[in-house]
């Protein structure tokens, strides 16, 4: 995982797999972000391979959070087999996904 400030939002960059065994380190970046008051973070799923149900409940606990703090996380990228784990669970329908990072950025809608 990466993570790069880019226009309004924290970009954080996935890579790899997102499951039980590398799930902690995106939990923890995402709640250091939320609490020091980032209103806007972008998950880009790009480079990611496979995403599990430990990896979707980190992102949908995640997003909560944020709500709760006025911010959201939102996705960029996601490829067939990780789209395919948020399509099956409905959990598609709460996040705002957008086809990469360069549309999602240019979207400026207030946090």
């Known amino acids: 995982m990466t993570t790069e400030r880019r226009a309004d939002a924290v970009v954080l960059t996935l890579s790899g797999e997102l499951d039980h065994d590398t799930a902690e380190p995106l939990r923890e970046a995402l709640g250091l972000h939320i609490r020091q008051g980032a209103r806007r973070i972008l998950v880009d ?14 992102l949908l606990h995640a997003r909560l959070a944020a709500l709760e ?19 099956i ?3 598609y329908s709460v996040f705002q996904v957008y086809a990469g990072v360069e549309e999602a950025l240019a979207d400026e809608r207030p946090a």
């Open 45 to 58: 799923c790009g480079p990611l391979g496979f995403c599990d149900s430990t990896g979707l409940n980190v």
């Open 69 to 87: 703090s006025g911010g959201r996380i939102e996705l960029a990228a996601l490829r067939p087999p990780v789209a395919r784990m948020f399509e």
């Open 89 to 91: 669970t409905g959990a």
